[in-house]
């Protein structure tokens, strides 16, 4: 699962089915987030894919840990660069979703 993470908002993508939702970078929108993944408990062990955006990911990756999930967090520049690697030039919250998915 790819999360481009915002000040206010988390843009979802769950690799490979490509399902994707935007949601409040909040405790409520966490709450809705770790929902979703439960549901998916018969499948294999996801893995949780945050960019660093200078520390609005910390309560996301704090409550995705703290309920079991794996959690890596990656170099934003790092995101952008592969993503210009694969020919993506434009930058928007869900295109940044899907190449961190």
């Known amino acids: 699962m790819g999360v481009d993470v915002g000040k ?3 843009d979802v993508l769950v690799f490979p089915s490509g399902n ?3 949601l409040a970078n909040t405790p ?3 709450t809705e987030l770790l929902a979703r993944l439960l549901c998916r408990l018969d499948r294999p062990p996801l893995r949780v894919v945050w ?3 200078g ?3 910390r309560l996301a990756h704090e409550t995705m840990t703290r309920n079991g999930f794996n959690v890596s967090i990656v170099n ?3 995101v952008r660069d592969f993503a210009k ?3 993506r030039l434009a930058k ?10």
């Open 85 to 87: 690697s694969q020919g």
């Open 51 to 53: 960019e660093a955006p």
């Open 55 to 57: 520390g609005y990911e």
């Open 76 to 78: 934003a520049k790092r």
């Open 8 to 10: 206010n908002n988390l």
């Open 28 to 30: 409520a929108g966490l």
């Open 20 to 22: 994707r939702c935007r």
């Open 92 to 101: 928007t919250d869900k295109i940044d979703a899907q190449v961190i998915a």
